[in-house]
C-alpha cells in the first residue's frame, strides 16, 4: 500500500503541479480501488480501474464532454489514462464534487418525493443527447445500427457465464431469451441516447443548495430511455418498501419529460427489462449473499412476463 500511496502521490504532482496534502482510500468501492484526496487544497478522486477494456477507452472523455456542452453538471476529468507503466489497467483523476452522496442521505416520504422529482428532471436532460448506434460507446458512436441485436448479443453473453456457473440450465435460458426479446422488438424504434447506467443513489451527489449530479459514469452506455430508468426501478425494488417504491417511482416518472415519445410505454416494458436485468445481477452475485434475494425477485419478473 505504501508502494502505491507514493506513486499516487508522485502521478499528482506530476499532473497537477501541487503537492498532496491528504489522501484517503474509500471502502465499499465495487470493481475499482478509490482514493480520495486534497492537492493544493483541492479535493480530487483518484481511480484505479481493475479492468483494462472497461470502461472502454475514450467513453469517460466523451459522455463528460457531452454533459459540459449540454450544460449538465458534472465532475470535471483531469486524465484518463492506460498507458501509464505502473498503473496498467488504468487510472482517472477528477474533481471532487463537494456535497454528500445520496446514500448518506436519510430521507422522509416528503424529501424522498423532492429528490425524486429533482433526479427525473436531471435524467430527463442526460436522455435528450443522442448517440450514434446502440451499445458500448467507446470514443463516442456505439457499434450496432439495431437495438434488439445488441440486446442478443448482450443476453447471450450472460446467459452463457450463468451457464459456465450452472446457475441456470440452456434450454431454460434460450426459452427466456426468445420471450424477452419478442417483447423488446418493440421497443425497436426508439431513439438511442445517453444511459448513465447505474441510477443509484451511490452515484448520485446532493450540494449544499439540494442540487444533483450524477457521478460514476463508468457504466454509460448508448440505449433507449427505458433501459436506463429501468435498471433505477430495479435497484429501487431491494431499497425501499412496497409503499415507498410505488410513491418514488410514480413521483420520478410524473416529473421526467420528454417531447418524443410517450412516458405510459415505461409500464408496458419495464417488467422485461428487470428479467434482463435480474440475469445480469445473477451472474454478479453468484456465490453472494445477495444470490437469493436476486434470484427471488427474478422469479417474481418470469412469472409476469409469462402473464
Known amino acids: 500500500m505504501d508502494e502505491l500511496i507514493s506513486n499516487i502521490r508522485n502521478k499528482v504532482g506530476e499532473l497537477l503541479r501541487a503537492e498532496v496534502n491528504h489522501i484517503q482510500k474509500l471502502e465499499n468501492v465495487n470493481n475499482n480501488i478509490v482514493f480520495k484526496l486534497i492537492a493544493d487544497k483541492n479535493p480530487y478522486i483518484f481511480k484505479i480501474y481493475k479492468q483494462q477494456t472497461w470502461p472502454e477507452d475514450g ?51 416528503t424529501s424522498g418525493k423532492e429528490f425524486y422529482k429533482k433526479l427525473a428532471k436531471l435524467v430527463s436532460k442526460v436522455h435528450r443527447i443522442k448517440i450514434e448506434n446502440y451499445g458500448y460507446i467507446g470514443n463516442g458512436k456505439a457499434g450496432y445500427h439495431s437495438f434488439l441485436d445488441f440486446m442478443n448479443d448482450k443476453v447471450d453473453e450472460i446467459a452463457n457465464a450463468l451457464i459456465n456457473k450452472n446457475l441456470l440450465d440452456k434450454n431454460s435460458l434460450l426459452e427466456l431469451k426468445k420471450s424477452v426479446l419478442d417483447k423488446l422488438s418493440l421497443c425497436e424504434d426508439l431513439p438511442p441516447v445517453l444511459n448513465h447506467g447505474d441510477l443509484s443513489t451511490k452515484n448520485i451527489m446532493v450540494d449544499e443548495y439540494g442540487e444533483l ?25 431491494f431499497q425501499y418498501s412496497e409503499n415507498e417504491y410505488e410513491l ?4 420520478f416518472l410524473e416529473s421526467y419529460s420528454t417531447a418524443e415519445y410517450a412516458k405510459y410505454d415505461f409500464n408496458d416494458f419495464e417488467n422485461t427489462y428487470h428479467v434482463w436485468i435480474g440475469l445480469d445481477h445473477l451472474n454478479y452475485y453468484a456465490n453472494t449473499p445477495n444470490y437469493d434475494s436476486t434470484m427471488r425477485y427474478f422469479i417474481e419478473t418470469i412469472k409476469k412476463l409469462n402473464d
Open 213 to 237: 449530479t450524477l457521478i460514476d459514469w463508468d457504466d454509460a452506455m448508448s440505449l433507449n430511455w427505458i433501459a436506463d430508468i429501468s435498471r433505477m426501478t430495479y435497484w429501487m425494488k
Open 59 to 109: 467513453k469517460l472523455i466523451f459522455v463528460n464532454n457531452r454533459l459540459t456542452e449540454n450544460n449538465i453538471s458534472c465532475a470535471k476529468i483531469i486524465t484518463f489514462d492506460r498507458s501509464d507503466t505502473y498503473f496498467k489497467t488504468g487510472y482517472l483523476i477528477e474533481e471532487c464534487l463537494p456535497g454528500l452522496n445520496a446514500d448518506h442521505i436519510i430521507f422522509d416520504l
Open 248 to 251: 418514488y417511482r410514480n413521483t
